[in-house]
Structures are given as C-alpha cells and as structure tokens.
C-alpha cells in the first residue's frame, strides 16, 4: 500500500490540482491551456521525484522475502483487513480508519483494480480507488500500487510497493509489507482471524525487520 510514509502526500498534491483543474477542460477546447497544466504537474512531479530518489538512495531498505507464487485470479475479491502498523494515511488525528477492506479486481489490461474503503471516526466511509500491476511476473507477490490519477502513471514515485509475504494455501489470509518496513497489514476473508494464526503471521513479520509491538488490530465488527 513504498515509501508509504511519502507516497500519500505526493499522490494528495498531484490529485488535488488535477480535480480543481479538470472541470475547465472540455475535450476538444481550451487544448493550449490544458497541455501547459499538464507540462505545470509533471514540473511538480519531477521535483517530488528527486526528492523522493534522494530519499529513497540516503535510507535503502533491504529486499523482503516474499511467497513463491500467487494467482492472481484466486487472490482477487474482498478482504478485510484484521490489523496493521499505524501509518500516516490511515491514522490521521480525529480520522483514524476501521471497518477498512480492499478489493481487488482483475482487469482486461494486465492491471488489477483496487478499491480500499474504511470508516472514520465520524461515521463517514471513506473509499480510494486505484490500480495495482505485477512487478515480478515470476511470482506475482511483487506488485505496486497508484491511488493518483491513471493518465500520471507514467511516473515511477505515484506507485508504492505491496509485497505479499505470507498467504494462506487456501487464500483465506494474507500478510502484505512494504520495504521500507513502515507498512505492514494483516489481510483475511472473513472479519476476523484465528488469534493463533495472526501471532504466527507476527512472527514472520518481525523475523524480516518489521516492529510488531507497533500492530494494533483494526475494529471490524
């Protein structure tokens, strides 16, 4: 779901103007006026790109082992998401999210929609949507995820990377990291898991660099 800690604050920005911005484009008018907005987001990205690359070299995180295989197919659907590590998008101060699943579709296009949706402490239900492609097509638990606009996908720092480490021979649970250990979730079928099978998938999580005295179990019922 990466440098997660940097990936929503960038993704925020781009979108922000873009939807501010959109409604004065009418295809096929205003064609000037929209190629110099679209030359004005890329200036912005390429500066967040260099900041995000100098980052990322200054603090590399070491490579995650990840399961030797996953269908795709089989591993699309619902899940819910059972507990995680606090992260700067998910716990904001008064919006912390629960009730949070994700739902992975698989398209025509070698991509895989995803829709995550959560409740904040409002009561509101707020939902993102995004894509998902392959990273590693050997395995297929290397994949990246963009929750900005598809027509910026080009640019490499919109995608986060979701690293699938654990997975059930069934599919009825999963355990996603990202490399920069910021970013850890305990995903299942159902609203909840057995407590056996969640401090074993801790284990492995903490056996690869992960702080799972951090992990708090995300409210579903």
Request: proline residues 4%; positive net charge.
């Amino acid at each position: 779901m990466v440098p997660h800690s940097l990936l929503p604050a960038l993704d925020s920005k781009i979108f922000l103007i873009y939807k501010k911005q959109k409604c004065q484009f009418n295809e096929g008018k205003n064609m000037a006026k929209r190629n110099l907005f679209i030359g004005f987001i890329i200036s912005i990205a390429i500066v967040d790109l260099c900041t995000l690359s100098f980052i990322s070299i200054a603090s590399g995180s070491p490579s995650l082992q990840v399961v030797p295989s996953v269908n795709l197919s089989q591993y699309s659907g619902l899940w819910y998401e059972f507990a995680r590590l606090p992260n700067s998008f998910q716990d904001k101060e008064g919006k912390k999210c629960d009730f949070v699943t994700a739902e992975y579709t698989m398209r025509k296009d070698d991509y895989i929609g995803v829709v995550n949706s959560c409740r904040v402490e409002n009561g509101e239900t707020k939902v993102a949507k995004g894509v998902a492609r392959v990273t590693d097509k050997q395995t297929n638990s290397r994949l990246e995820v963009n929750f900005g606009p598809e027509f910026l996908g080009f640019l490499p720092f919109l995608w986060g990377n979701y690293n699938i480490i654990e997975l059930a021979p069934d599919y009825s649970y999963a355990l996603v990291g990202s490399l920069d250990r910021k970013g850890l979730w305990v995903l299942s079928r159902q609203p909840q898991l057995d407590e056996v099978i969640y401090e074993q998938l801790l284990d492995k999580a903490a056996e690869q660099g992960f702080n799972v005295s951090l992990v708090k179990k995300t409210k579903q019922i």
